[in-house]
């Protein structure tokens, strides 16, 4: 059997922060896992080294089902961001070792592949709606299939999604919490009018999204739903907090809109009422935020009993290791449905040498063995953490709302 011998986290900021869990075996085999939690990466990065860390020396490294079970019910105090990411980079670093010993990518120990590649879509933004526009026609000269769409809204300082570096965006930009303005109304104003001149000016051949990140009432997310119909947009994003599942059953009653939810989602405990009232049409659950591959093949396999769909957030919040876990979950799933994709900078790049592949708007894990993800230790060294948080949002009149 591999035992797994040394296990240490490594925090570097190419640009963000990223925290990475790396397992190594009695044979000299190693494997990395993804543990970045945006804006509280030092208490995942705490958590593994202080308590979870030492519970794994000695193990079997093939024992991945085992490891997952003694981690999650172990502990006793279950679930949670902080845990089940700590549990994640654990699952991934062991999958990683496995497929590195059978001399296999990881999709094939999964049953191998279901699709020739996983459809992704990119993110056009601008201040304006014509500036969005253009950024979406570059995206469709890219090859790009599926393209969100994030605007201004006018009277506004600053809007979710829009950022002033159309390449790599990053809302985590402040060494304490920036806040933001927003308003309901003028914002239900502008979002039918950007899908209106999308369509106009892109076709129907490309599918359209947005995210509406947890910022509606459900009779208001039904209502911007109903407006949009039209314009046959692929999904409507987060379009209100969903810690009350039930919520989604009112915007189901107001517009035939596709639903997508999840990406702060950690356990299938947080989708369960949703898939099995058909409430949503993608869960967005992540690799990272949910408990790895392991975990994240449950909730996908949950969702296929009531035809939904995978969707997983893939922000440059989540590590080229996340990257390729997700594609590698994304090319054995059968109910696979599409992925975010974020495009890393060249410096996050060059710390994360990686095997996947974007082409033709889609993206391949690549054969090598395992995930596929190298990390240059010495060049992540040079890049020192920076302490980053993400936003709040006020409304106008200064009550807070969700980010």
């Given at each position: 059997?591999?035992?797994?011998?040394?296990?240490?986290?490594?925090?570097?900021?190419?640009?963000?922060?990223?925290?990475?869990?790396?397992?190594?075996?009695?044979?000299?085999?190693?494997?990395?896992?993804?543990?970045?939690?945006?804006?509280?990466?030092?208490?995942?990065a705490?958590?593994?080294?202080?308590?979870?860390?030492?519970?794994?020396?000695?193990?079997?490294?093939?024992?991945?089902?085992?490891i997952?079970?003694?981690?999650?019910?172990?502990?006793?105090?279950?679930?949670?961001?902080?845990?089940?990411?700590?549990?994640?980079?654990?699952?991934?670093?062991?999958?990683?070792?496995?497929?590195?010993?059978?001399?296999?990518?990881?999709?094939?120990?999964?049953?191998?592949?279901?699709?020739?590649?996983a459809?992704?879509?990119?993110?056009?933004?601008?201040?304006?709606?014509?500036?969005?526009?253009?950024?979406?026609?570059?995206?469709?000269?890219?090859?790009?299939?599926?393209?969100?769409?994030?605007?201004?809204?006018?009277?506004m300082?600053?809007?979710?999604?829009?950022?002033?570096?159309?390449?790599?965006?990053?809302?985590?930009?402040?060494?304490?919490?920036?806040?933001n303005?927003?308003?309901?109304?003028?914002?239900?104003?502008?979002?039918?009018?950007?899908?209106?001149?999308?369509?106009?000016?892109?076709?129907?051949?490309?599918?359209?999204?947005?995210?509406?990140?947890?910022r509606?009432?459900?009779?208001?997310?039904?209502?911007?739903?109903?407006?949009?119909?039209?314009?046959?947009?692929?999904?409507?994003?987060?379009?209100?907090p969903?810690?009350?599942?039930?919520?989604?059953?009112?915007?189901?009653q107001?517009?035939?809109?596709?639903?997508?939810?999840?990406?702060?989602?950690?356990?299938?405990?947080?989708?369960?009422?949703?898939?099995?009232?058909?409430?949503?049409?993608?869960?967005?659950?992540?690799v990272?935020?949910?408990?790895?591959?392991?975990?994240?093949?449950?909730?996908?396999?949950?969702?296929?009993?009531?035809?939904?769909?995978?969707?997983?957030?893939?922000?440059?919040?989540?590590?080229?290791?996340?990257?390729?876990?997700?594609?590698?979950?994304?090319?054995?799933?059968?109910?696979?449905?599409?992925?975010?994709?974020?495009?890393?900078?060249?410096?996050?790049?060059?710390?994360?040498?990686?095997?996947?592949?974007?082409?033709?708007g889609?993206?391949?894990?690549?054969?090598?063995?395992?995930?596929?993800?190298?990390?240059?230790?010495?060049?992540?060294?040079?890049?020192?953490?920076?302490?980053?948080?993400?936003?709040?949002?006020?409304?106008?009149?200064?009550?807070?709302?969700?980010?």
């Amino acid at each position: 059997m591999p035992k797994i011998v040394a296990a240490r986290v490594i925090v570097t900021c190419p640009g963000r922060n990223f925290v990475t869990l790396k397992i190594e075996c009695d044979d000299g085999t190693t494997g990395l896992g993804d543990a970045t939690l945006n804006g509280r990466e030092l208490a995942v990065a705490a958590y593994l080294t202080e308590h979870v860390v030492p519970c794994l020396i000695g193990r079997d490294a093939h024992r991945i089902e085992d490891i997952w079970q003694y981690l999650y019910k172990g502990a006793y105090w279950r679930r949670g961001p902080v845990t089940m990411t700590a549990i994640a980079a654990v699952d991934m670093a062991l999958w990683d070792i496995k497929g590195k010993l059978a001399g296999l990518a990881v999709y094939q120990l999964l049953g191998g592949a279901c699709r020739e590649g996983a459809i992704v879509y990119g993110h056009a933004n601008g201040t304006t709606i014509e500036e969005t526009i253009e950024a979406a026609r570059e995206y469709q000269r890219q090859g790009y299939r599926a393209i969100r769409l994030q605007c201004g809204v006018p009277g506004m300082a600053s809007t979710y999604g829009v950022s002033k570096d159309k390449d790599f965006y990053e809302p985590a930009d402040s060494d304490l919490p920036t806040e933001n303005v927003w308003s309901t109304a003028k914002y239900l104003r502008v979002v039918p009018e950007l899908f209106a001149a999308a369509r106009e000016a892109l076709g129907w051949d490309v599918h359209l999204l947005h995210d509406i990140h947890h910022r509606l009432t459900p009779i208001e997310a039904g209502r911007l739903g109903k407006d949009l119909e039209p314009y046959r947009p692929f999904w409507l994003e987060d379009a209100t907090p969903a810690e009350n599942q039930a919520a989604f059953r009112l915007i189901r009653q107001h517009t035939t809109a596709p639903l997508a939810v999840g990406e702060v989602f950690n356990s299938i405990w947080d989708a369960k009422t949703l898939i099995e009232e058909q409430l949503i049409d993608y869960i967005r659950a992540t690799v990272v935020h949910a408990g790895g591959i392991t975990h994240l093949r449950r909730i996908a396999a949950l969702a296929d009993l009531y035809q939904v769909r995978t969707g997983c957030h893939g922000a440059t919040d989540l590590s080229p290791v996340s990257m390729a876990a997700a594609l590698h979950f994304d090319l054995s799933v059968p109910n696979f449905g599409i992925q975010e994709y974020m495009r890393h900078t060249p410096e996050t790049d060059a710390v994360f040498p990686h095997a996947y592949t974007f082409a033709d708007g889609m993206m391949h894990p690549g054969d090598a063995p395992g995930l596929g993800v190298d990390i240059d230790e010495a060049l992540a060294a040079g890049y020192e953490y920076k302490r980053a948080f993400l936003p709040v949002n006020r409304l106008e009149d200064g009550t807070l709302w969700s980010w």
